[in-house]
């Protein structure tokens, strides 16, 4: 078995494109080399193990150049089974160092698991390599020094969010019991607050892992994802899987191309006629914003993929979590306050729910990225450094920093989850928002020290106004030419 150590990651420019065939039992690895175009580079046939039933019949996951089975892991799994499930049929390199504060735990874990050995590891798209990162490496270890004081062993920096998922839940039963007693366009508002706030905090953190200690209690605060319209399993294939590992890369997040063509969030992207007015369009598509992530919700569940990944590991319990989810969302938006109130009045409510959800949504999230310092928009910019680099040599706890943006303190990170603070989010998915702030300092001042630019808006109304500056800038700016061995020959390879 071929084991690609750090070390050995490619130095050049993408001399090696994979290209992945999903309809075939077969995997063709193809060679680009910096050679004259008339010379045919050679081809080699390898194994598919996404099809190959020799290795279809594992659990595998490959970390570090190294395939391993997880197959009697996934049960005694600390977090739960849903959270190792994203790790399943893909490199989960990524995914395990930045949600363990303890670099060693997820290596040292592996190491007791069974080694799959003639494992076509070099046709697995890799990952990138958190633990690599000398920024995040220095952040991390100050974060369970001065933030935890050691104590992360014992889970404390999974707690701390109980009474704000309290609250949060105890304002949206209030809000249904009001709008299932007189459905309309207020209960419908006050509905889609609180469906908004869930979506922030308590599923994201639950889907996270970052709720409790408990995988039982992140399991179920996660699923409130399904009761707001949206579906957990899908969330956390594309939220975690896509976006959280690849954030902002034009081909690998899918939070940057879902949209398009409607919305152009990069400069890379091909810019069309009706672009330069999107900054304002985009506030009037946002109030369906609900509608359209339901619609890819059952499109997911038949394509058994999100635009951004495939759902390799998803078992059929989570499967049906979407349909159940969805059933249950419908009876308490428009069904029953249709045989209580009539069409009409329903037709009137889940309208204000899906629109107030929708815009407060884009209004707290899409902020966070979308923004010219987060962005490949300005020439020599760290960003644009960054992201034009390929993504297997990047400083992956750089890339996090750079292109991200918060706002706000204390009280945005209660109402949105520490959404606010993204950047701390994207270091560290799995700690509890009510330690962000205190993060906060050191990640700040750690980028001080070394010049990364960090971004930070003083309220909200700021950065909505530089995120729509900024979607009027790149709306109008000439398409950016990609970076030499740009990864859009093997996306689809990528993806998986």
Known sequence: MQVLKPSLRPTLTRQRLRQVSRQNNTCTCTSVLTAPAQVEQPKQVLQSPWQDSKWTQYKWTVYRGIAYDLTSFIERHPAGNWLINLAIGRDCTALFESYHLRPKVASEQLKRLPVLQ?????????SPY??????????????????FKGQDAKGVHRTGSG????????????????????????????????????????????????????????????LTDDLIGGSSLMWRYHHQVSHHIHCNDLELDEDVFSAFPFLRFDARMPRKWFHKYQHIYMWVAYPFLQLVFQLGDWQGLLENQTKGTTLHGANAFEKATVVLGKLVHYSIIAV????????????????????????????TFAVSHNVAEAKPLASGSATTSSLLTDYQERDWGVQQVLTSANWGGRIGNFFTGG??????????????????PAIAKIVRDECEKRDIPYAHYDT??????????????VGLAEQMPLQDGSLLQHTEAQRL
Not at 130 to 146: C, M
Not at 419 to 436: C, G, K, R, T, W
Not at 461 to 473: A, C, D, L, N
């Open 118 to 126: 003639g494992f076509p590891v070099e046709v697995v798209p890799s």
């Open 130 to 147: 958190p633990n690599d990162s000398e920024l995040y490496n220095t952040i991390r270890e100050r974060v369970r020094r001065e933030v």
């Open 163 to 222: 009474k704000a998922a309290v609250a949060i839940l105890g304002y949206a039963a209030v809000a249904c019991g009001a709008y299932l007693f007189d459905t309309g366009l207020t209960t419908g508002f006050l509905l889609g607050l609180a469906g908004a706030w869930i979506g922030l905090t308590v599923q994201h953190c639950g889907n996270h892992g970052a709720m409790s200690t408990s995988p039982v209690v992140n399991k179920a605060m996660g």
């Open 336 to 363: 029953i306050p249709a045989m209580l109130h009539g069409w009409p009045a329903a037709a009137l409510g889940s309208a204000a729910y899906m629109a107030t959800q929708g815009v407060v949504l884009a209004a």
């Open 419 to 436: 959404l606010n603070l993204q950047i701390e989010h994207h270091l560290f998915p799995a700690i509890s928002f009510v330690h962000y």
């Open 460 to 473: 909200l109304p700021e950065i909505v106004g530089k995120f729509s500056r900024y979607m009027q800038q």
